[in-house]
């Protein structure tokens, strides 16, 4: 892990509250000349502590619900196969508009952050697009109510 001294912090918690903000007005909120804010941010995209700048999209785009949904693949007969097609389950769901986020854990468990409107039109669209992919040994649905930490990510995943 790469080490950062007390002003890479700085920086980087400003930048990530806004990656807008110019190198003046960092300057000015740390009381550090525009030289060397310039130069910490040059060295910070130089060791990869920063690798580009984005955008979180706002409330009127993100889903008003979301849940985790954890799939178990069945083991197919030829256990060769197993790994081929958890893949092919997890470019399946990344293709999916209300995925926000699809990671493999294990050799056949297939996590999704999956959003919506509402909890009856989550649902549906689970029912419709993801209980129904075959050899499924099991689907289960945790609705999320409340987000302690992270809740700016659903902004980030959201697809446009």
Do not use: C, W
């Amino acid at each position: 892990m790469m080490q950062l001294d007390d002003l890479d912090r700085s920086i980087l918690r400003l930048l990530k509250k806004d990656a807008r903000l110019t190198i003046s007005e960092i300057a000015e909120k740390l009381n550090r000349p525009e030289s060397t804010i310039h130069f910490r941010i040059k060295k910070l995209l130089e060791k990869g502590a920063i690798d580009h700048y984005t955008i979180l999209l706002g409330e009127a785009l993100q889903p008003k619900k979301v849940a985790l949904v954890v799939l178990q693949a069945e083991t197919p007969i030829i256990e060769d196969f197993l790994e081929r097609y958890v893949n092919h389950i997890m470019r399946t769901l990344a293709m999916l508009s209300n995925v926000l986020f699809v990671a493999k854990s294990g050799k056949d468990t297939v996590m999704a952050l999956i959003g919506g409107e509402n909890e009856e039109s989550l649902e549906a669209f689970i029912d419709e697009n993801i209980k129904t992919l075959p050899t499924l040994k099991g689907v289960h649905v945790y609705f999320i109510d409340d987000i302690k930490k992270g809740e700016e990510l659903i902004g980030f995943l959201v697809d446009v």
